[in-house]
């Protein structure tokens, strides 16, 4: 866990070192113009020989490469002024004063996506999971976003862990296993209130994963198979019960219809002697009451050619 902790950390550094980085960076535009800006000053200072216009297209071309700047079509630029929020800039183009203005950070407004894992938490029926949870979220207020939190992109990620870990201990593993979308709209719901005055907005939490530890599975697995056992018994079970209640209802009218019985008892005997090469054991009382010595005798009998 505190290995996760510490790459969530880095990664989290260095997505902000590099948009204050990009912001006090000149822009490629501005780059551009200060260039343009040199190569015309030295070349009239060269045609009026005279280095004046060299220096002062020089300081020029430095202040337009410091005051313009570009924001992309999905960023917002937060610009101070002495210290003060002034309001945002952008998408597009725009400029501001140099040393007097400053952009405090880049501001992505698109959909973003952290990975949240929580290690370990122990369930409402005390069992160690690992659970991994994804959140979907955007900044739709920039101004409060940059104003309210020192840094969203790692109060997000701790809150929704810490969010994740307390939805753990309230609910029970079956629960969590079958019911993970019903989890992932309570872990939106939470997250949600806590954001919104930051200016941020949780669309949607989805929980990927809940690794059990391996003893817990192969006991679960085990009872899974003595559960289908316990179904499969009482199935039979049952179809056992109906059969004897269809044959209670069939001795029910061979009682009271022996001559029934004698013609189910010779079907059965001519099935049973229809295949070649087949003997059949008929007890000798059978044969009596059923009268069935001659039935027997003539089918013992070769067939003898006409």
């Known amino acids: 866990m505190a290995q996760s902790i510490n790459v969530m950390d880095w990664m989290t550094t260095r997505s902000r070192r590099s948009r204050l980085s990009r912001a006090q960076a000149p822009s490629g535009i501005g780059v551009a113009v200060f260039l343009i800006a040199v190569a015309a000053g030295a070349a009239l200072a060269v045609w009026r020989d005279n280095p004046a216009p060299a220096v002062l297209s020089g300081i020029i ?80 207020n920039a101004e409060k976003s940059v104003l309210e939190v020192m840094d969203f992109d790692a109060a997000i990620s701790l809150s929704a862990q810490t969010a994740l870990r307390e939805s753990i201990g309230r609910h029970e593993l079956a629960q969590m296993i079958t019911e993970r979308e019903t989890l992932g709209h309570e872990l939106q719901r939470i997250l949600d209130e806590k954001t919104n005055p930051w200016g941020i907005t949780v669309q949607s939490v989805e929980i990927r994963d809940v690794h059990i530890p391996q003893a817990l599975e192969d006991a679960m697995s085990r009872q899974a198979q003595a559960e289908r056992e316990r179904q499969a018994r009482i199935i039979l079970g049952t179809a ?67």
């Open 61 to 140: 071309g430095l202040y337009f490469m410091f005051a313009i700047k570009v924001a992309n079509q999905w960023e917002k630029a937060v610009v101070l002024r002495m210290g003060r929020y002034v309001g945002l800039r952008g998408p597009g183009l725009f400029m501001i004063i140099p040393v007097v203005d400053s952009i405090s950070q880049f501001v992505d407004q698109r959909v973003r996506v952290t990975d949240v894992k929580a290690e370990a938490a122990l369930t409402r029926d005390t069992v160690p999971v690992n659970v991994d949870a994804i959140v979907f979220w955007l900044v739709w």
């Open 240 to 306: 056992e019960t109906e059969i004897a209640a269809k044959f209670n209802q069939a001795s029910a009218v061979y009682v009271d219809n022996p001559v029934a019985l004698h013609l189910r008892a010779m079907n059965m005997l001519y099935e049973a002697i229809k295949e070649k090469g087949s003997m059949v054991i008929v007890p000798s009382s059978a044969v009596e009451t059923m009268g069935l010595g001659g039935l027997l005798g003539a089918s013992a009998l070769p067939r003898q050619p006409q």
